[in-house]
T-cell receptor
Framework: NAGVTQTPKFQVLKTGQSMTLQCAQD?????MYWYRQDPGMGLRLIYY???????DKGEVPNGYNVSRLNKREFSLRLESAAPSQTSVYFC????????????FGPGTRLTVL | QQQVKQSPQSLIVQKGGIPIINCAYE??????FPWYQQFPGKGPALLIA?????SEKKEGRFTISFNKSAKQFSLHIMDSQPGDSATYFC???????????FGTGTRLTIIP
């Protein structure tokens, strides 16, 4: 099992460019998450998906869109990148059904110039 | 707003010492309190978790102490080792809610 995988690992964008961060899990988990991690801010939830076809805003959704393509994949899109979106992005999944452990991917380090 | 306050921001302890990281919460609906450990360049991973029906939980050298009346919980690492050097995050979630609220993290360094 690969667990949670994310691509790319690193990305540099110019202000105004768009990109999609990809996430996939092979653990048959129902719920998936996108977080951003910034120094001194901890992990902040951007979007959440409880199941295929459903998404819900988290604490910091502005400037982002998501797609839960199927049970395995959950993508995060930046339509017009801004320097404030420079961060490390983590995808996570959760088994559910009473098990609250979230499994995290290795992260994508994004720099917006 | 920050619903889970974590301290200290950074901590340096000698090998064998007992680092203690503290978290305080405001939402009385929280009933699941995990700690995550993150090594540089990696994603966080669940270390240990507690529910409010017990005041303490131990797993190996890691212990969570929970004080429901004070709305505080803490992580203790016994006989700390240089390999424990990492960033630690506390978190909380209400019953039946799969969304975690994380603390701001503590960068722990264990010096030989």
């Amino acid at each position: 099992n690969a667990g949670v995988t994310q691509t790319p690992k690193f990305q540099v964008l110019k202000t105004g460019q768009s990109m999609t961060l990809q996430c996939a899990q092979d653990m048959n988990h129902n719920s998936m998450y996108w977080y951003r991690q910034d120094p001194g801010m901890g992990l902040r939830l951007i979007y959440y998906s409880a199941s295929e076809g459903t998404t819900d805003k988290g604490e910091v959704p502005n400037g982002y869109n998501v797609s839960r393509l199927n049970k395995r994949e959950f993508s995060l899109r930046l339509e017009s990148a801004a320097p404030s979106q420079t961060s490390v992005y983590f995808c996570a999944s959760l088994r559910g059904a009473g098990n609250n452990e979230q499994f995290f991917g290795p992260g994508t380090r994004l720099t917006v110039l | 707003q920050q619903q889970v306050k974590q301290s200290p921001q950074s901590l340096i302890v000698q090998k064998g010492g007992i680092p203690i990281i503290n978290c305080a919460y405001e939402n009385t609906a929280f009933d699941y309190f995990p700690w995550y450990q993150q090594f540089p360049g990696k994603g966080p991973a669940l270390l240990i978790a507690i529910r409010p029906d017990v005041s303490e939980k131990k797993e190996g050298r890691f212990t969570i102490s929970f004080n429901k009346s004070a709305k505080q919980f803490s992580l203790h690492i016994m006989d700390s080792q240089p390999g424990d050097s990492a960033t630690y995050f506390c978190a909380a979630a209400p019953f039946g809610n799969e969304k975690l609220t994380f603390g701001t993290g503590t960068r722990l360094t264990i010096i030989p």
